[in-house]
């Protein structure tokens, strides 16, 4: 069984940075296709970057594109988000999601392309 935990979120300010993890255990972390969303009070769950299972293909929202980024250390069964000059409208549960059904180059920023998620860990971006 697939088990996903994230770490990493908090209270920061505009223009602050942040780094969010998300820890595999179960299953083969290199043979899967990790991804990050993120779900604001009362608004749909959002893609926010995507990365193949090598690391060699990466997908982001147009609203985090040059800001925030994605990387995984498959050694440490761990993918990460970088988060540069939050804005408040940043401020979301943060998810994390394996596709164990990906293929090689594959990075997808379909929520339903997902099979395990984690609990999520809030980021709140204050002025």
């Known amino acids: 069984q697939v088990q996903l935990v994230e770490s990493g979120g908090g209270w920061v300010q505009t223009g602050d940075s942040l780094r969010l993890s998300c820890v595999c255990s179960g299953g083969i972390f290199g043979a899967y296709a990790m991804a990050w969303f993120r779900q604001a009070p009362g608004k749909e769950r959002e893609f926010v970057g995507a990365?193949?299972?090598?690391?060699?293909?990466?997908s982001y929202g147009d609203s985090v594109q040059n800001r925030f980024r994605i990387t995984r250390d498959n050694d440490k069964r761990t993918v990460y988000l970088q988060m540069n000059n939050l804005k408040l409208e940043d401020t979301a549960t943060y998810y994390c999601?394996?596709?164990?059904?990906?293929?090689?180059?594959?990075?997808?920023?379909?929520?339903?392309?997902?099979?395990?998620w984690g609990q999520g860990t809030q980021v709140t971006v204050s002025s």
């Open positions: 990365i193949s299972r090598a690391g060699t293909v990466r």
């Open positions: 999601a394996a596709d164990v059904n990906t293929v090689a180059g594959a990075a997808s920023r379909r929520r339903e392309a997902y099979d395990f």
